[in-house]
């Protein structure tokens, strides 16, 4: 689960890594880009630089990994 959602705040460009180690919920920040790595062989910038110039094509559901108040509710 933290796969997809990393995968998925890194291609929509909307956070910093800071914002998705503490999103997903890693004690330390630099935990993140290197569960990161080990899942998917390659480094969160490299996975952004690949993604450069491609389309958002993916935004999580409603709710899913992100807190109510960052869209005003709650």
């Known amino acids: 689960m933290r796969n997809e ?4 705040y ?3 460009r ?3 890594v800071t914002d998705i180690s503490d999103l997903l919920g890693f004690s330390e920040v630099a935990r993140f880009p290197s569960s990161f790595q ?5 480094a969160p910038q490299a996975y952004r630089t690949a993604l450069a110039g ?3 094509q993916w935004r999580p559901a409603r709710g899913v990994g992100f807190r109510a108040t960052e ?3 709650g």
């Open 5 to 8: 959602l990393g995968n998925g």
């Open 38 to 42: 080990r899942w998917n062989g390659a």
């Open 54 to 56: 491609k389309p958002e």
């Open 10 to 12: 890194l291609s929509s």
């Open 71 to 73: 869209f005003g509710q």
């Open 14 to 16: 909307a956070f910093t």
